[in-house]
């Protein structure tokens, strides 16, 4: 399919391990969009990166969050000694790039991370 | 800082009832509304923005600038729209520059009865 496609679909892990989720987005889309969504909550920005480099990283809750595009197309976003509070839906996004503001995200069905 | 309120968690209402789900924001700039909209066991997709003013699945939504809302309405709500409605925010910050950051808010889930 032509969507944006997110592996795994579920994860589960315990206290303390180490986490990666990947995105592949939307064949042409420069744009790509990280966001977290914990139960009954909307999602939660976490990272925006434009070509390659991360253009907005102000929604990562600390530093054992990180993300990477190194190739401008698929991102990996790395959760480093999870803790329980980090379980929720991660879910990528990505867009075609407009003159200075967000245009359609396209979203992928998400990663349910869960830490025992 | 850009914030979303979706003040009802859960909108219950008949079929061929009217609908109406709210939206208010803040937000230090000229700013962009949507809807976003996730069905049961689908992905979240954009429903509509308010630089379209189009009608979608026949319903629309108007940015209020001086009451800051961009509520979510249909005259005649139909069963296949009951899902999770998610208002969210961008926009062209005061201070110039670029913002591509899209905040939503908490949802709403509209259950549309028979």
Redesign the interface.
């Known amino acids: 399919g032509a969507g944006v496609s997110q592996t795994p679909s579920n994860k589960v892990t315990e206290k303390g391990k180490y986490v990666e989720l990947r995105c592949d987005p939307i064949s042409g889309h420069t744009a790509l969009y990280w966001y977290r969504q914990s139960l009954g909550q909307g999602p939660e920005f976490l990272i925006y990166f434009q070509g390659t480099g991360a253009a907005d990283d102000s929604g990562l809750p600390n530093d054992r969050f990180f993300a990477v595009r190194p190739e401008g197309s698929v991102s990996t976003l790395k959760i480093q000694r999870t803790e329980r509070g980090d379980s929720a839906v991660y879910l990528c996004a990505s867009s075609l790039r407009r003159q200075g503001r967000a245009g359609e995200l396209f979203f992928g069905e998400g990663s349910r991370l869960t830490v025992l | 800082a850009q914030r979303?309120t979706?003040p009802e968690?859960l909108l219950s209402v008949f079929k061929g009832a009217p609908v109406e789900l709210k939206c208010n924001y803040s937000y230090s700039g000229s700013p962009?509304l949507?809807w976003?909209v996730q069905y049961s066991r689908q992905?979240?997709?954009?429903l509509l923005?308010h630089i379209s003013r189009e009608s979608i699945k026949g319903f629309t939504a108007d940015l209020n600038k001086g009451e800051t809302s961009f509520h979510l309405k249909k005259p005649f709500a139909q069963e296949e729209d009951s899902a999770m409605y998610?208002c969210a925010l961008?926009?062209?910050p005061n201070s110039g520059?670029?913002?591509?950051?899209?905040?939503?808010?908490?949802?709403t889930l509209l259950t549309v009865n028979p």
Not at chain 2, 43 to 46: G, P, V
Not at chain 2, 97 to 107: A, R, V
């Open positions: 979303v979706q968690k962009e949507f976003y992905r979240l997709q954009l923005r998610y961008s926009g062209r520059g670029s913002n591509y950051k899209l905040t939503f808010g908490k949802g």
